[in-house]
């Protein structure tokens, strides 16, 4: 992917984020798909383990002012997907196979998982060893929750829900932070599985709320540009 392009997806991402934030810090409730509202818990105090922990300093370029959001009643928004094709009996026998294949593949790469790297970033596929590419906050985890959702493995889900608890954004082994991973992968995976799931497991908000707090310090520059690889500990 070229990397304007993908510069362009990381920035609408933590807008998102940005302007979520904006509105659950104000409390206001003008996107109502109803979802209970959030209420923040109190941070985890860090265990002494031996590593350095990552905390949010106050702002050395704060914002000052915001672009006021639109206001008014939405507009509708024109469909967009095309609609379902019509199908014979042996259409739609080939495509409940199909599907079929996808979820049996995706369950041995969920169950590989599992088994070799659980609360790992990866599974080697050759080895069956477990490998940290992206922060060691169990990527694939959290990538996997909507599509866990999407396959039906509804108590999988919930278990990597669980799981997620466990994930401590405040330190990794890593020396610098990268802004477009963890933005696409620990951020959007949050959000996405709390939307899917209809809101009903506050720890992805909450969790994603943790990501956006560690994103925003990555803004916190002269010309609020984010810097792309964040050496966390300086």
């Not at 109502?32 to 300093?57: A, E, F, I, Q």
């Not at 610098?176 to 209809?198: C, H, K, P, Q, W």
């Not at 992805?204 to 707090?213: D, F, H, I, S, T």
Request: aromatic share 12%; with cysteine.
């Amino acid at each position: 992917m070229p990397t304007i392009r993908r510069w362009r997806i990381a920035a609408l991402s933590i807008a998102f984020v940005v302007v979520t934030l904006y509105y659950l810090t104000n409390q206001r409730n003008t996107w109502n798909y109803g979802y209970t509202s959030y209420v923040p818990r109190p941070p985890k105090p860090h265990v002494d383990d031996g590593r350095k922990h990552w905390s949010k300093l106050p702002e050395r370029y704060p914002v000052t002012s915001f672009i006021p959001l639109p206001t008014g009643k939405a507009k509708s928004i024109p469909q967009i997907q095309a609609t379902s094709p019509t199908e014979d009996a042996v259409q739609k026998t080939e495509r409940i196979r199909r599907s079929q294949a996808v979820k049996e593949s995706f369950t041995h790469s969920w169950n590989g998982y599992k088994e070799h790297a659980w609360l790992r970033d990866e599974v080697a596929p050759q080895s069956g060893k477990w490998k940290d590419t992206f922060g060691g906050w169990a990527a694939t985890l959290v990538d996997s929750l909507d599509t866990l959702w999407i396959m039906g493995m509804k108590e999988d889900f919930a278990l990597a829900v669980q799981a997620c608890e466990e994930i401590d954004f405040t330190t990794t082994e890593e020396t610098e932070i990268n802004v477009f991973e963890t933005t696409i992968r620990y951020m959007g995976g949050f959000l996405a599985a709390y939307d899917i799931s209809g809101a009903k497991y506050p720890t992805l908000l909450a969790k994603a709320v943790e990501v956006g707090e560690l994103l925003m310090s990555v803004f916190d520059t002269p010309n609020r540009m984010p810097i792309s690889r964040w050496d966390w500990q300086k």
